[in-house]
């Protein structure tokens, strides 16, 4: 009598329902694809944080910056002051080998001696700093150095090479003012350059950058060698200042000031330093006898 | 013939249990990576790496901030946390967009740096 399914049939039969039972069910592949979809993303933030980050997103991290050290110290508001500083940070600027940002100045009412600078050309100084100045070639000295930093990259390298700051960057309301991640980002930033301080090669960095600015701008280069100095003589005399409590050594710092200048052959020392009229622009700021 | 039949048999319980295996086990990996989701969360934070760990957050009276840096022993909330932890008000927001929109002009800068025998 003749099977009514073949042996081949049987075996066919066999294959096809192993087959079946071998792949796994429809909800298993969703997981599966779920994962790889998962994977890929992952993939793609990471090599986010890892990329350098654009000049708006540099201005936006520096304008939350500039939020928080004008809440927390308030500017100073004085047209007069405002401009003359303005007019000798724009001067230094110009000299900076970084053109892809606009620097704005600002004066900070805080007695302490203090300078910052934030990502994205946000240059702050304090009255007390600009009160320990004696001409323009110091204050111009000063500005240049904080300039130095910006056009360095010295904080954005920090923050870019910092993966858990990033964390949160490519969230949709990232960029807004306030937003999780600013917050975080501009506090780690202000505990970096206040609190701990840059890298020593950050901040000769910075002197050797400013140095130059100051001299193509025309200001004598011992500008911020003789702020420094002065600088370092009131913080020993109880003066507030975290540039000496986070900074190299004045020592060192002019030490290697004194090097570039004589390594460049600048004779620039018959330069004016414009001490009156600072002294004219400064007046708001010395004590009423 | 008899050994054919039992090597069939045996390839089809084979397929049969692999068929159930397979879906099993990944039943079984995702259910132990959901138990695991919670150990890993209840695990004490460890601070932030890189260059800016330590960051703490600050909030309510001063009295209450006195309190954190005590009881943190020698740490002491610096001065760049204290600003970092500032709250800008949307007049401070308003003072930074004014000073991106302060401008000098071009002639009153270029007096300025004539005066001051300055490069332009």
Redesign the interface.
Known sequence: MQPIVSRRG??ML?AL??L??????AD?HA?IFDRLKRATKKAEEVQKKLEPMSVEEEREVG??V????????H?YKDEAL??YV??VG??VA??SERQDI?Y???VLDSDDINAFSAPGG?VFITKGAVALCED?SELGGVLAHEVGHIAGKHVLK?VE?????RVGMEESKAQM??SDYLN?M???????????GLAPGDEYDADQRGLKYAH????PATGLSRFLTKLDQATQQGGKS?WTRTHPPVSERNVRLEKAITAEHWEDAD??N?AD?FAAQTQMLKPKA | MNSKLRFGSLVLVSALMLGIAVPLAMAQDNASQDQEKPQKEEKPKKKKGGFFGGLKAISGSSSEQQEVTTTAGSKTVGEGEEIGNAKPTAADRQAVTGMEKYSISQDDLAKFQEEGQLKR
């Open positions: 049987i075996w066999g329902t192993a079946a039972l071998l792949s796994p069910p298993v997981q304008r939350e500039a939020a928080k050290l004008i809440a927390a110290l500017l405002t401009r303005n007019m724009a001067t110009a000299q606009q704005h100045f600002a946000y323009e920090i090479r910092d993966k858990t700051l003012p306030g975080k501009s506090q780690g930033i202000l505990v970096k350059i206040i609190d701990q193509a701008a025309g200001y975290f330069r004016p414009l009229r």
